[in-house]
C-alpha cells in the first residue's frame, strides 16, 4: 500500500496530494521528517536498518525518520515516526529544513532534535541493531560504517546549526 504525501515546490508549498512511490519514481519534491536522538548524557542513537526493509537495508542511520504524510506537519510526522520505530511518546523539535538531493529522490528534509530515554524498543522490522554513541565516536563511524545517503549531510548540517565543528 503507498502512503500519501503532498507534492511541493522549492519553497516548500503543497502542490498536490500524490502517492509516495509516483513522487520519487518521478523524483518530485515531497517532505521527510528525520530526529537526531540524543540521551541525557548528549549521546547521539544509531541504528542500521533491518534487512528487510524497502529503502536502503542494512545501513546505518543517524536520525529517525520517515515520509511526511499528507496533512501531517514536519513535527507530527517525526513524533509519529518515534513511536513507529522506537516505541517512544517525544516532542521533537523542529530545527531546520532544506531539500536533500541524496537517497532515492529530491526531497525536503525537516530535521529535529529530541532527548528520549535510553531504553528505547525498536520496532525490530525497522532497527536490527542501536546504540548510543558520542559525537567522537560517530564522527568515527561515518567514517567507517555504510550510512544511509542524506546521514552525512543531515548530520553534518546539524552539528553546524549547534555551531559544532564537523
Do not use: K
Not at 509516483?22 to 547521539?44: K, N, P, Q, S
Not at 524497502?54 to 496533512?71: C, D, T, W
Not at 525498536?122 to 567507517?144: F, I, M, N, R
Request: hydrophobic share 40%; charged share 30%.
Amino acid at each position: 500500500m503507498d502512503e500519501w504525501v503532498e507534492r511541493v515546490d522549492g519553497q516548500d508549498r503543497v502542490l498536490g496530494v500524490v502517492g509516495r512511490r509516483e513522487a520519487v519514481r518521478e523524483g518530485w519534491l515531497h517532505r521527510v521528517a528525520v530526529t537526531v536522538c540524543r540521551d541525557d548524557r548528549g549521546r547521539i542513537l544509531v541504528h542500521r536498518r533491518s534487512e528487510q526493509v524497502s529503502r536502503f537495508p542494512g545501513l546505518y542511520e543517524v536520525e529517525v525518520g520517515g515520509a511526511v504524510n499528507a496533512g501531517e506537519s514536519y513535527e507530527q510526522a517525526a513524533a509519529r515516526e518515534l513511536a513507529e520505530e522506537l516505541g517512544i511518546r517525544a516532542l521533537p523539535r523542529l530545527l531546520f529544513t532544506f531539500i536533500n538531493r541524496s537517497g532515492l529522490s529530491p526531497h525536503w528534509l525537516g530535521v529535529h532534535e529530541a532527548v528520549v530515554p535510553d531504553a528505547v524498543v525498536p520496532d525490530p522490522d525497522e532497527v536490527a541493531w542501536h546504540g548510543w554513541l558520542t559525537e567522537p565516536e560517530l564522527g568515527s563511524a561515518l567514517l567507517e560504517w555504510r550510512f544511509t545517503p542524506d546521514s552525512h549531510e543531515a548530520f553534518s548540517r546539524y552539528l553546524a546549526f549547534r555551531g559544532v565543528q564537523p
